[in-house]
């Protein structure tokens, strides 16, 4: 069975740092993508970092610069490093794995994360 849990999540000061992780029970070459959305009060559920099977990855521009999205096939989990943090990363942050051949979207439960002062 497909579980992601997240962990990591907390608060932090604007411009703090905080590391998310996503542990997986499944190896993670099963995934062609893997990728931490994030859903802020009021809004709707958006992507912000996208690590592809061959190493590549791609950001929003809300975070491109700040946050470092990295995977350890070893360990099976996924990881966010947040730098440079705003209020305005506040929201709950998922995990995703995404299966190309078959289509299947795999999500963790979320972790909240605060910036404030």
């Known amino acids: 069975q497909v579980q992601l849990v997240e962990s990591g999540g907390g608060w932090a000061q604007p411009g703090g740092s905080l590391r998310l992780s996503c542990t997986v029970t499944?190896?993670?070459?099963?995934?062609?993508?893997m990728g931490w959305y994030r859903q802020a009060p009021g809004n709707e559920r958006e992507l912000g970092a996208t690590?592809?099977?061959?190493?590549?990855?791609q950001y929003a521009d809300s975070v491109k610069g700040r946050f470092t999205i990295s995977r350890d096939y070893a360990k099976n989990t996924m990881s966010l490093q947040m730098n440079s943090r705003k209020p305005e990363d506040t929201a709950v942050y998922y995990c995703?794995?995404?299966?190309?051949?078959?289509?299947?979207?795999?999500w963790g439960q979320g972790t909240q994360v605060t910036v404030s002062s």
């Open positions: 995703n794995g995404h299966k190309e051949n078959d289509g299947s979207d795999y």
């Open positions: 499944v190896s993670l070459f099963g995934f062609n993508t």
């Open positions: 690590i592809f099977r061959f190493g590549s990855s």
